[in-house]
């Protein structure tokens, strides 16, 4: 069964419902401004005003003094703004009567496409959510706290899809919205940058995942998984089995358990980087082992406890492939992590050859 796994929390100051909250402002009211939705559809967005180069994504994820600081880490983000989304119509939302209409807690995200992909933001905010609850993030519970992803655009809405559909595949169970934006109202104006005015303000969100995304190397739209069917016509059927299905190959009877030549290690499914051969490590297990990844952005952890045991599952964030496992406390590795992973799940490209296959970014980091 796979769950959820939030493996950094962040220090909780108060256990409260609602540790979100503060005093009552009314908020600010401005022209509404309209952007175009869905076919048919406006969406109303009291403050946003479309600039040339500049496009926008709304999302919602517990207490947005987290969330809007997350998003304001990541770089190629522009603004990032605190409000109330997609709640009764007609209603305007305020702080103190929020949970009563409606409106959700949500971040409305401008950035700058040349400088920083959708796949990035929403990966990255898709891993500082637990996606599997309904109306609750970290201590917050009710329904200003639903988690969701709101588009305002048919570029934005195929983009949020996919990454949802991918997203969605982690787990059993998936409680994020996955909607058209129909209204947004900014927050009171002591919600916004929260974070900076109140140094050791509440988060739910760890400051370990912060430094997280301000070291995003790797862009998964670069990197964008399959269809199924393409997956099955390109993998064999013990790839397949371990990739898809979460199997697990036998050790010394793999590829690359003993192989150090110069390089980086790939998802098979994808192409994402995952690992560099300098990284990697006799662990005397068998199998392919590596003290850290190329770039951490690139992993998605989930308990696992198959086979009666409690692991923690390793998957690839834009292929949600089934790479192995993560350990800690281990002697061998210079970090004191493996990563325990399938050479099935990865493909090897040799350094003389990442410049040719599109890898030169990273040649520092093989």
Not at 231 to 260: H, M, R
Request: glycine share 8%; aromatic share 12%; net charge negative.
């Amino acid at each position: 069964m796979r769950k959820f796994l939030l493996i950094a929390m962040s220090v909780l100051l108060t256990v409260t419902v609602g540790a979100c909250a503060s005093v009552y402002e009314s908020p600010k009211q401005s022209p509404a401004v309209t952007t175009t939705g869905e076919k048919g559809m406006d969406a109303v967005d009291n403050t946003y005003i479309k600039r040339d180069g500049v496009e926008v994504i709304y999302v919602a994820g517990g207490c947005f003094w987290g969330t809007e600081k997350l998003m304001q880490t990541i770089h190629g983000v522009i603004n990032a703004t605190s409000g109330y989304a997609n709640g009764q119509e007609g209603d305007v939302p305020a702080y103190a009567t929020v949970s009563d209409t409606g409106f959700k807690e949500t971040v409305r995200v401008e950035y700058d496409p040349d400088q920083v992909s959708l796949d990035t933001i929403l990966f990255a905010f898709f891993r500082s959510i637990d996606p599997t609850v309904t109306n609750r993030q970290g201590n917050d519970v009710g329904s200003q706290y639903q988690a969701g992803v709101y588009w305002s655009d048919d570029k934005a809405k195929e983009t949020v899809m996919r990454i949802a559909d991918v997203e969605r595949g982690r787990y059993d169970d998936f409680a994020v919205e996955i909607e058209p934006l129909r209204n947004f109202y900014d927050a009171e104006e002591y919600h916004q940058n929260y974070l900076d005015k109140n140094i050791n303000g509440y988060c739910h969100i760890s400051f370990e995942e912060f430094e997280r995304v301000r070291n995003i190397i790797v862009d998964p739209a670069d990197y964008p998984r399959p269809s199924i069917d393409e997956i099955k016509a390109a993998l064999t059927d013990v790839q397949y089995n371990i990739t898809q299905d979460a199997g697990t190959e036998p050790p010394f009877q793999n590829e690359y358990w003993n192989s150090y030549e110069r390089g980086i290690y790939v998802d098979i499914v994808t192409g994402e980087p995952l690992f560099s051969s300098g990284d990697k490590i006799d662990s005397g297990t068998g199998w392919p082992s590596f003290s850290k990844g190329i770039d951490e952005n690139t992993f998605v952890y989930l308990t696992d406890d198959s086979l009666g045991m409690d692991r923690i599952e390793v998957r690839s964030r834009s292929g949600n492939t089934h790479l192995g496992h993560i350990f800690y406390g281990e002697t061998e590795s210079p970090t004191g992590i493996r990563f325990c992973i399938n050479s099935a799940a990865l493909r090897f490209v040799a350094y003389d050859d990442m410049e040719k296959e599109g890898y030169g970014y990273l040649t520092d980091y093989a």
